[in-house]
């Protein structure tokens, strides 16, 4: 009996669950070897949220790690996949998603996300200009039978 999520179209399925993995692996397999800064970089993302998504890719057996020397600093680690990893990917049916097609994505994202924040703002604005005009429609109705009194 295998184990729950051990086979390969569980294990794809959870790589590419995110459009952002799938267009990382894509980039990948188009460019060649890249650090997770690259990475980061690319895609507008924290070099953190980056490192996770290839240190699940590695897990999975999607992406290799190597370490590259540099003239000044610490070795960087680059990951990178291999030549046939693409071929798999279409043989199991899946498309891994191109790099600008995130981008279009993410931009739609974060205009939905904007648009939502300015919904919230003007309910929020139009509830405190009712509570406004309530409060001066006291005051007026005040002003009006206080003014007979005095």
Known sequence: MTELGGDSATRTAKVLSLPTRAAILSMLLRSGPKTVKEIADSFRIHPNVARAHLELMVEAGFLMTETRRRSKGRPAKTYFTWEGEGGSL?????????????EQR??????EMQVRVLERMLGDAQAQVGRIRQLMEKETGSEQTGGDND
Do not use: K, N
């Open 90 to 102: 279409a043989e199991a049916g899946v498309e891994a998603l191109d790099s600008i097609v995130f």
């Open 106 to 111: 993410q931009h739609r994202d974060e205009i």
